[in-house]
């Protein structure tokens, strides 16, 4: 009998536990999803090397909240709509966006491989993301970016928000809403629970690929290395301070350098990280959630950098 009371307490022990995680988790997505854009009353510094160049001009938009962007070598953007689920392919700024797939639940992350299909991340809505630590149901992708052709990739991950490409062809995906950084090898391997960062969200790999970016949006938001020599021990690089901490941070691209820049909802800039601290290379954009850079030479061509919002609006940052 004394062993079953203990039992029985550590599992009411348990689930209260788990019940508070999930009322956190729950709150943080109804925050991202719904959180008005004030003007902060202490924004990070402009960055000492930015060149002015005017105000950022928007290029396209979307139907929807635009989750993630990403460009091919053709210069062709491609959005993932977190409501409908949808894929849109957008040929160059100016041109109507195109549905290149129906309601597949690609409302996460979008990366294009060296072969120019794509990658989407799927499950990036409050069920999936309150129990994809425990439960790992996700699947990732494979699009064609002509035909819309659609097959899995990989499944058994957390609910997918950020999808990261690898120069060795490794995905590491993250799970808003969770603690884990899954990771998909090019032999096809999953491992759900890679690493470990809380309210993980934007993620980027290195240049080198020994280390992974990843954005932590609340309760304590940073950035943090994960060392991909030693996942069982991430780094936490850059902490948010003031009111910097109420900025929910997002989406996450490198720049040619290999510096992190971060979107953010309610400070309404991009950062850039550098040094240990970070600075602003772009304001007046709330709700923005990803950033990527263009590539070739027409479209959305290379050397410049596009935004992505909650509010569907591309713009593109001078």
């Known amino acids: ?14 689930s209260r536990r788990r019940l508070r995680r999930a009322v956190t988790a729950a709150a943080v997505l109804a925050a991202v999803a719904v959180v008005p854009a004030p003007t902060p009353a202490r924004a990070a510094p402009v960055c000492a090397d930015r060149v002015t160049g005017g105000e950022p001009v928007q290029v396209a938009r979307i139907p929807d909240w635009a989750e993630s962007i990403a460009v091919d070598r053709r210069g062709r953007m491609f959005a993932t709509a977190l409501y409908s689920g949808r894929v849109y392919r957008i040929d ?78 490794t995905v590491y995906t993250t799970t808003l809403g969770g603690r884990t950084i899954g990771r998909v090898t090019p032999d096809g391997r999953v491992d759900h629970d890679w690493a470990r960062v809380a309210q993980p969200n934007g993620i980027a790999v290195s ?49 040619d350098r290999g510096r992190p820049l971060i979107a953010t909802h309610t400070a309404g800039q991009i950062w850039r990280a550098e040094g240990g601290t970070l600075c602003a290379v772009a304001s007046g954009l709330p709700l923005s959630t990803q950033i990527t850079y263009g590539q070739g030479d027409r479209g959305f061509s290379a050397g410049r950098l596009y935004r992505a919002g909650a509010d569907g609006g591309i713009y593109e940052i001078p």
């Open 207 to 255: 240049p080198d690929g020994s280390q992974v970016y990843v954005v932590q949006t609340t309760v304590a938001p940073g950035l943090h290395r994960i060392p991909v020599a030693d996942p069982a021990h991430p780094r936490r690089w850059i902490s948010t301070e003031g009111t910097d901490t109420l900025a929910l941070p997002d989406g996450l691209t490198l720049d």
């Open 92 to 169: 160059a700024p100016g041109s109507t966006p195109f549905p290149l797939t129906g309601g597949i639940g690609a409302n996460g992350g979008i990366v294009v491989r060296p072969d120019g299909r794509l990658l989407v991340g799927t499950g990036n809505d409050l069920l999936h993301s309150l129990t994809g630590d425990v439960l790992p149901a996700s699947k990732l992708l494979l699009v064609d970016p002509d035909s819309g052709a659609v097959s899995t990739y990989a499944s058994g991950l957390g609910g997918i928000d950020g999808v990261a490409l690898a120069p060795d062809g």
């Open 1 to 14: 009998m004394k062993g079953s009371t203990g039992t029985s307490t550590s599992t009411t022990r348990a």
